[in-house]
């Protein structure tokens, strides 16, 4: 499986993708076994044009970069972000034109605007600007395809959230090889952690596969101080 993604995070990164305005913060772990990448989706389907306001998750709750170490598992890579920059031998920036997948308003670019280090975290930053006399819409995305991959084994990520209409943050993972399998959804999809930006208290994790697609979806939901958008949580999968 591969890894993509879209939040701030710590550690072995998912690929995330994001959403526009906001920042996302994500501090990830580990993962054993190697010949499939994760990914990370964090995507925005209603982000607003008329009145945006660029919402950024703290970073300084993140905790002080340690190596992982889960018993019963050897540690195949993880990534603390406590560099200056992306660690592009883990890390694909992924380019995405708006409208690509899900009916989304933001590019995904290159650009260090959207994507970068701080505070021990990566950072997917959404950002609102103009285009032809128009809003238009930019964000991050990151993937692990063909540099760390693996097939079973657990995944660890730690991450905040943004809140706000139209932001949809995510991490997942995809098969490496998506044509081997067919196509989405035959391909399948495990989705770890997946949380709306208009109701932060809730994070989904949801299994995508066969043709006609079918999914099984499970929920969590934390309220107040302890939200999907307050503070950093632990998201997992084993497989």
């Not at 949809?168 to 044509?179: F, G, L, R």
């Not at 309220?223 to 949580?233: I, N, P, Q, V």
């Amino acid at each position: 499986m591969r890894t993509m993604g879209g939040i701030i995070m710590k550690k072995m990164r998912i690929i995330a993708a994001f959403a526009a305005m906001s920042l996302l913060t994500a501090c990830g772990k580990s993962a054993p076994q190697a010949d499939s990448m994760a990914e990370t989706k964090a995507t925005s389907t209603e982000a607003q044009t008329t009145e945006a306001t660029q919402t950024e998750a703290q970073t300084t709750e993140a905790p002080t970069a340690e190596v992982p170490a889960i018993d019963g598992y050897h540690l195949l890579w993880h990534d603390e972000f406590d560099g200056d920059a992306l660690d592009e031998t883990i890390w694909n920036r992924e380019l995405r034109e708006p409208g690509w997948t899900n009916q989304e308003l933001q590019e995904y670019t290159a650009s260090d605007e959207n994507i970068f280090l701080r505070d021990g975290c990566l950072v997917l930053k959404g950002i609102k600007t103009e285009k032809d006399g128009k809003d238009y819409y930019t964000s991050g995305k990151v993937n692990s395809q063909n540099k760390a991959d693996f097939t079973y084994g657990k995944v660890v990520a730690r991450a905040k959230v943004p809140e706000g209409k139209g932001l949809w943050p995510a991490i997942w993972m995809m098969p490496t090889d998506e044509s081997f399998y067919g196509q989405w959804p035959k391909c399948g999809e495990i989705d770890i952690m997946e949380s709306l930006g208009k109701d932060t208290t809730i994070s989904y994790s949801t299994i995508h596969y066969g043709e006609p697609h079918a999914e099984q979806q499970g929920t969590v939901t934390m309220t107040g101080a302890d939200s999907f958008f307050a503070r950093f949580h632990e998201y997992s999968v084993e497989w």
